[in-house]
């Protein structure tokens, strides 16, 4: 068995399909680059592919009549209960005058913006979009608590006339749910009401003209059930790919799905850092055969650590959202990652790492051949690589648990 790779491996074909985020252009140039033997040429192109991903912004506008349940989308969608730091007030007699922007805790270039209620004096939805600057979203998510009325069907209309997309969503279908199940507990049929509500909200918007509305019905008290999946979807599938990294890594850590998703976002840029890491002078750590980057493997697992909640502060709102010591949670964590990553810890795994880092670097340059000119710098493209991909295995393993742990049967 000592011809087979020490991590699984992904294939020649899914290895250029991780080149997905960067545009061909990008790409012919990497490979020019690394052709003539321009290893700095390349790494400087590949980092500022990963300079853009990071910086991308993207705006979110959340619009919909007063009380429906914009704030508390707001709030959801960042992963804060209604009462910690830097949460939209909620439930409070509208006030809002103009956009609020809420950046995103951890993903500062990611922002949710809570609108003005539609329909309120001040907010005519002939001026409404020019009031409220429509030019600097990405999108809009238009919520409804009840029927979706005419100003929410010309919203629509006007917002895209301006050649942006909108979402609708109808929010506080669990408060639907337990209603019914008071009024008619024997004929009680989740599904049916679901679909019930849905129905309704296609034929008023209908009645208002608007072609085949797609509807997304939510509770943001339980942001994992109902159409959220599909929601997150669809917005997926509809951004532009720069924007869909960011958009990616900001979801709340609330399902299993939404963990695999992080981990496969964060896998595709493996191979980018990995390749950075040998074109940027690879200093040798002393008592260690490999040489590598340290300071992108620091930043990296730092990363890992934020975006999958496995720091402090995302643990005890976990522990507290689900009512449980954070003790309790912690328990199941075993990657020496979750906690403090210095750059100590990084050079300790390192010395462990060799072996692996070496096989991954030959499997590279013998099945990708635009690796294969990496050969004399390839044990620090494979220690980077081997490092980064075991490391994202387990902190998204450890995150799982975690969530299990946390929700124990409920996710
Ligand atoms: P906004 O005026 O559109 O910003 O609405 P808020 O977010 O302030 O919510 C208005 C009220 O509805 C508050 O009392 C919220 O607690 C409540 N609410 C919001 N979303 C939901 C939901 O999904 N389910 C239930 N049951 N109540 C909700
Ligand atoms: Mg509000």
Redesign the pocket.
């Known amino acids: 068995m000592a011809d087979q790779p020490p991590v699984a491996l992904p294939s020649r074909a899914e290895l250029l399909e991780e080149y997905d985020i960067i545009t061909d252009d990008d790409i012919e140039e990497i490979k020019d680059a690394l052709k003539g033997g321009r290893m700095a040429d390349a790494a400087s192109k590949i980092m500022e592919n990963l300079q853009a991903l990071e910086n991308a912004r993207l705006d979110i506008a959340v619009t919909?009549?007063?009380?429906?349940?914009?704030?508390?989308?707001?709030?959801a969608i960042r992963g804060l209960g209604?009462e910690d730091d830097g949460a939209?007030?909620?439930?409070?007699v509208?006030t809002?005058l103009k956009p609020t922007p809420y950046p995103h805790p951890k993903h500062p270039n990611v922002t949710i913006w809570?609108l003005p209620?539609i329909g309120t004096p001040n907010f005519q939805s002939n001026t409404y979009l020019k009031q409220v600057d429509f030019c600097c979203y990405d999108f809009f998510i238009l919520?409804a608590?009840e029927r979706f009325k005419s100003n929410h069907a010309r919203l629509a209309q006007e917002i895209q006339m301006q050649g942006k997309r909108f979402y609708f969503v109808r929010?506080?279908?669990?408060?639907d749910l337990?209603a019914t199940k008071k009024r008619r507990p024997q004929a009680y049929d989740e599904e049916g009401i679901l679909q019930q509500i849905r129905k309704n909200c296609q034929e008023c918007l209908k009645a208002e003209n608007v072609a085949s509305p797609r509807i997304f019905l939510?509770?943001?008290?339980?942001l994992s059930k109902y159409d959220f999946m599909l929601l997150e979807e669809t917005l997926e599938r509809e951004l532009p790919s720069h924007k869909r990294h960011a958009f990616l890594l900001a979801l709340p850590n609330i399902s299993l799905e939404i963990l695999r998703k992080k981990k496969e976002a964060l896998q595709k840029q493996i191979w980018k850092l990995a390749t950075v890491s040998c074109g940027v002078a690879a200093v040798p750590i002393p008592g260690l055969s490999v040489a590598c980057d340290v300071a992108i493997l620091v930043k990296s697992l730092s990363e890992y650590r934020k975006n999958f909640g496995l720091d402090d502060d995302s643990l005890h709102k976990l522990a507290e959202k689900v009512n449980k010591p954070v003790e309790e949670i912690k328990v199941v964590i075993k990657s020496p990652l979750a906690k403090e990553i210095s750059k100590d810890v990084v050079v300790k795994m390192l010395t462990k790492a060799g072996g692996g880092a070496l096989m991954v670097a030959e499997y590279f340059a013998s099945t990708v051949p635009i690796f294969g000119s990496l050969a004399a710098g390839g044990i620090s493209f494979g220690t980077t690589y081997y490092m980064l991909h075991s490391s994202l295995n387990e902190v998204a393993e450890d995150a799982h648990n975690v969530l299990i742990k946390a929700f124990e049967s409920d996710v």
Not at 65 to 75: A, C, D, Q, R, T
Not at 88 to 92: H, K, Q, S
Not at 171 to 175: E, F, L, N, R
């Open positions: 919909g009549e007063s009380g429906s349940g914009k704030s508390s989308f707001v709030n209604d939209a007030p909620t439930g409070v509208e809002t809570d209620g919520i608590s929010s506080k279908v669990d408060w337990e939510l509770s943001n008290w339980e």
